[in-house]
């Protein structure tokens, strides 16, 4: 699998993913449902880059 998907994927779970998503109820843990999306979708961005920085060659000895 490309390193490029796995960037895209974090791109396209915000972007394609909040107006699937666009709703109050339910509530998650108190939030309305579309803030809780946006929230995880947030750190699913930021997991998603953080591996394809992981994992791209060009890395390899920035990473300790």
């Known amino acids: 699998m490309s390193l490029k998907w796995l960037g895209g994927l974090a791109w396209a779970v915000m972007l394609i993913g909040m107006p699937f998503a666009d709703r109050v109820n339910p509530f998650v843990l108190g939030f ?9 979708a947030t750190l699913f961005s930021a ?12 890395n390899k000895d920035r990473i300790s």
């Open 32 to 40: 309305p449902f579309a803030l809780a999306y946006a929230v995880f």
């Open 47 to 58: 997991a998603m880059l953080a591996l394809v920085y992981a994992l791209d060659p060009a």
